[in-house]
């Protein structure tokens, strides 16, 4: 299965208990599945969301969708913005890797609109492992010793 390359271009109307927010934002996106699921964080070396710069996303085997989590850090800690929950098919269903802009409304937990994300994603193959030797490549060398 591919991994897919996310960058995460903007967010708006995003929202805490009332008030906007926009400082000290990040986002997780996770490739969920029944059995596991992978995940990669976007944030900044100051805490905040890093804009345009890309991050893969392992896509396992059985993986159904993806998961666009927004969060806030404040005083209090870690605290869920808004979230979007998205098939896969939407991702893989073109026909290669061309970059996709994409932009999916975010709900908070109680399923309440808050805010959109804008992001592009990308199908990337997965790095080849290195070869393994062949039964006839270990069968010569065991037998010069």
């Not at 967010?11 to 926009?22: C, F, S, V």
């Not at 490739?31 to 396992?60: K, P, Q, R």
């Not at 209090?76 to 970059?99: H, K, N, Y």
Request: with cysteine; proline share 6%.
């Amino acid at each position: 299965m591919p991994n897919l390359e996310f960058t995460l271009l903007s967010a708006e109307g995003l929202h805490l208990r009332g008030k906007p927010a926009n400082k000290d934002v990040f986002v997780v996106v996770r490739a969920d599945s029944i059995a596991s699921h992978t995940t990669a964080t976007a944030t900044g070396s100051n805490g905040s969301l890093s804009w345009n710069e890309a991050f893969m996303v392992e896509v396992g085997p059985h993986a159904r969708c993806v998961t666009i989590e927004v969060k806030c850090r404040t005083g209090a800690g870690e605290r869920d913005v808004g979230v979007a929950r998205i098939a896969l098919s939407d991702f893989l269903g073109g026909s290669g890797p061309d970059l996709q802009v994409m932009c999916y409304r975010l709900r908070d937990w109680d399923g309440r609109e808050n805010g959109i994300v804008n992001f592009s994603v990308r199908m990337v193959s997965p790095t080849p492992s290195p070869p393994q030797a062949t039964a006839d490549e270990n069968d010569c060398e065991s037998s010069l010793g």
